[in-house]
């Protein structure tokens, strides 16, 4: 696992956006899942600004999601099918036959997770997945105790990430209690996880998953069995990591040739 420490999240946008313009340039049709929340935004803005300026051809890249409300209804602002359109594919100027995602309104939602794995695999797997982290050490939306080998499923929302999600709605009664997430072990299988991490509220999850040991209890911490996984993070998100000089000075001494 690589751990980068950078200024801001500014700094952070640009890194990974960056690794994202390298992959696309090696495998145009790349793969690429993408996380929701306020935290990856400064990527995809940097990609759009990319795209606007030439810097980056995205015209053949897919994307994928990580996650999924269920029970709101279709076109809804605020599932994430809407918001990954809003943020990531029409910024970039690709169409909605590059998007996979699963169906959060399905007649069968188990079904339909199960499904949504199939395709990603069908699909080829995915490339780069981008992931967030909650205050409670969930990736995806598998909350803290989710089986470290999970696939693709419905979960139940903790009262803390839904009030974590609360901000985007108007009320608290308005957040979903269920979901449909890649499991810890479908987001193990991408070839190369990127986990983006900024905020003071983010540090001690960000300590525990990197520093701590493996456990169900922190999702996050399944990273470390990933043999490419690289968590990104601000200065204040990395304010609790005891290694933290010894994170910088490494990165600091990296090969030029070895990439993100």
């Not at 340039?25 to 990609?47: C, E, F, H, W």
Request: a negative charge; glycine letters at 8%; charged letters at 20%.
């Amino acid at each position: 696992m690589e751990i980068v420490i950078v200024p801001d999240p500014a700094a952070a946008g640009e890194l990974i956006a960056a690794a994202i313009t390298d992959l696309l340039t090696d495998k145009p049709d790349a793969l690429l899942g993408v996380a929701t929340g306020s935290t990856p935004l400064p990527i995809y803005q940097s990609l759009a600004a990319r795209v606007g300026d030439g810097r980056l051809d995205a015209s053949r890249a897919r994307i994928c999601q990580l996650d999924e409300y269920v029970g709101l209804p279709a076109g809804h602002p605020e599932s994430y099918r809407s918001v990954v359109l809003r943020e990531v594919v029409e910024p970039l100027g690709l169409t909605e036959e590059s998007f996979l995602g699963p169906d959060g309104n399905a007649a069968d939602i188990a079904a339909a997770a199960t499904a949504y794995d199939r395709a990603l695999a069908e699909a080829g797997g995915v490339d780069l997945q981008l992931l967030g982290i909650g205050t409670d050490g969930h990736i995806g939306f598998n909350e803290p105790c989710s089986s470290l080998s999970s696939r693709t499923r419905i979960k139940t929302l903790t009262r803390q990430t839904r009030e974590d999600n609360a901000r985007f709605f108007d009320s608290l009664d308005e957040v979903p209690h269920h979901v449909i997430t890649q499991g810890i072990g479908t987001i193990l299988e991408a070839r190369h996880l990127v986990l983006l991490a900024t905020g003071e509220a983010k540090a001690e999850a960000v300590a525990l998953a990197v520093e701590g040991p493996l456990a169900a209890a922190v999702p996050a911490s399944a990273l470390q069995l990933h043999p490419h996984a690289t968590v990104v993070v601000d200065e204040a998100a990395a304010s609790k990591l005891k290694l933290a000089d010894y994170f910088r000075d490494t990165y600091a001494a990296k090969p030029a040739w070895q990439k993100l």
